[in-house]
C-alpha cells in the first residue's frame, strides 16, 4: 500500500491545506430516457423543468429534485472553494445502480456514467477523482467493465450495500471483489436498497435508519463472509463513517463470542481485529462520534466526505473538523492522507 509517513513540521505544512472529499456524487447533465431506450423499468431520467434545477425521475414517479451543483463540474469546484476543499472523489448517485434491471442494459448503463467521469477526471484531473459503476447482478460483465473502467483513469468502483437482497459475501460476487484487488481498484460500499423501506416510508426512516443498518450489515458480511481474510490487498470504504456498525461493534463482538455456531461459521476471526482494516468516512455529523470512530479505527483509516451534494450530508465540508481539537497530523490523516492510501495516488497529483 502506499501509506504516506510525515517526517517533519515543515512536510506537514506542505500538507495540511490539501484537502479530498472522499465522498461525493455527480450525474451527467444529459442522459437518455432508459425506459424508453430499453422498453420496460423505472430507471431515472432527468426533466431540466427550470434553470439550475431538475427533477430525477424514476419511470413517471418525482424521486428528487436537484440542483446544477449536481452535473456542473466547474460550480462544485468554486463551491468547494469556500471551504478550502480541493479535489473530490466522484461516483454517481446510488439510485442510478440499477442491479434490478437486465445485465446487459445495466452495463449500458454503467458504462455511460463512466464513460462521463472518465471525461471529467480527464478535463479537471487536479479536481476530480472516478470511481465507476459496474452491472453487480452479472459476474462476468461486471469483471469486464472493470478492467475497461480501469483503462479510462478511474481510481475504483461504488457498490451498493446490496445486490438485490443478496449480501457481498455471496459466491457470485467474490470475483469481483478478486479483480478489484488484482487491478488495485478501490471499492466504496455505499448503502442502497435498504431494507424494510417500503414499510417505513414515513419520517425518511430508510435515510436515517435504513441506512446506517445497511452499511454494517455489508461491512459484517464481508467479516464473517472471510472476504477481507481471502483478499488482504482489497481497499474498502464504507460511507457515512461505516452506519452502525462501529457504534454496535460490541453487540457484534459479542454475538460472535456467545453464538459462535451461527456468526462463526465461515470466519473464525474475531471481528474487532478487522478494525483500522478498512476505511470509513467522516459523515457523523458529531464531534463526538467522529472522535468514537477515531479510536476505534485510528485516524489513518478515517476520511474526509460530504456526500455533498445531498442535503443530508456534511456540506460545510469539515468544517466541524477544523474546530474540534485534534492534533494536525489527525487532521491531515483525515483531509488527504487516509484518502490517498485508500485510492493508491500521491500527493503529487494534485500540488503544483
Known amino acids: 500500500m502506499n501509506r504516506l509517513q510525515i517526517t517533519d513540521i515543515a512536510e506537514l505544512d506542505h500538507f495540511k491545506m490539501l ?46 429534485e436537484i440542483h446544477e451543483n449536481a452535473w456542473n463540474p466547474e460550480l462544485r469546484i468554486n463551491e468547494y472553494a469556500k471551504f478550502d476543499t480541493q479535489v473530490q472523489v466522484v461516483c454517481t448517485i446510488p439510485v442510478m445502480f440499477s442491479y434490478w434491471a437486465k445485465p446487459l442494459d445495466c452495463l449500458s448503463l454503467s458504462q455511460f456514467l463512466n464513460d ?37 483513469g478511474l481510481k475504483g468502483i461504488q457498490v451498493g450495500s446490496n445486490i438485490n437482497d443478496e449480501n457481498l459475501n455471496e459466491e457470485r460476487f467474490f470475483p469481483i471483489f478478486q479483480t478489484c484487488e488484482k487491478l488495485g481498484l478501490a471499492v466504496l ?49 464504507f460511507a457515512h463513517a461505516g452506519g452502525s456498525f462501529l457504534p454496535t461493534i460490541g453487540r457484534i463482538k459479542h454475538g460472535f ?37 477515531l479510536k476505534l479505527q485510528g485516524s489513518n483509516r478515517v476520511m474526509l466526505g460530504s456526500d455533498y451534494p445531498f442535503p443530508l450530508g456534511d456540506l460545510e465540508i469539515g468544517r466541524f473538523i477544523e474546530e474540534m481539537d485534534l492534533t494536525e497530523k489527525t487532521k491531515a490523516d483525515i483531509f488527504h492522507l487516509s484518502a490517498l492510501e485508500w485510492l493508491n495516488m500521491n500527493k503529487e497529483n494534485f500540488i503544483d
Request: glycine share 8%; proline share 6%.
Open 189 to 237: 460500499v455505499h448503502p442502497w436498497n435498504m431494507m424494510g423501506e417500503k414499510k417505513m416510508q414515513r419520517y425518511w426512516l430508510p435515510w436515517l435508519v435504513g441506512m446506517p443498518a445497511e452499511t454494517s450489515r455489508a461491512i459484517c458480511s464481508l467479516i464473517f463472509g472471510g472476504i477481507f481474510e481471502k483478499l488482504p490487498k482489497l481497499r474498502v470504504m
Open 257 to 293: 463470542d456467545c453464538r459462535p455456531d451461527l456468526v462463526a461459521i465461515d470466519n473464525a476471526i474475531d471481528p474487532r481485529k478487522y478494525l483500522g482494516k478498512f476505511w470509513v468516512d467522516s459523515v457523523t455529523h458529531d464531534e463526538l462520534m467522529l472522535e468514537y470512530v
Open 19 to 64: 484537502k479530498i472529499d472522499s465522498h461525493t456524487h455527480i450525474i451527467p447533465k444529459k442522459m437518455p430516457n432508459w425506459s424508453e431506450k430499453f422498453g420496460y423499468g423505472d430507471f431515472i431520467y432527468l426533466q431540466h423543468h427550470k434553470k439550475g434545477f431538475a427533477k430525477m425521475m424514476r419511470g413517471n414517479q418525482f424521486f428528487r
Open 116 to 152: 462521463h467521469i472518465g471525461k471529467l477526471v480527464k478535463k479537471f484531473p487536479k479536481n476530480y477523482i472516478g470511481l465507476g459503476s459496474v452491472p453487480m447482478q452479472d459476474t462476468e460483465l461486471a469483471v469486464k467493465e472493470l478492467e475497461r473502467l480501469k483503462k479510462i
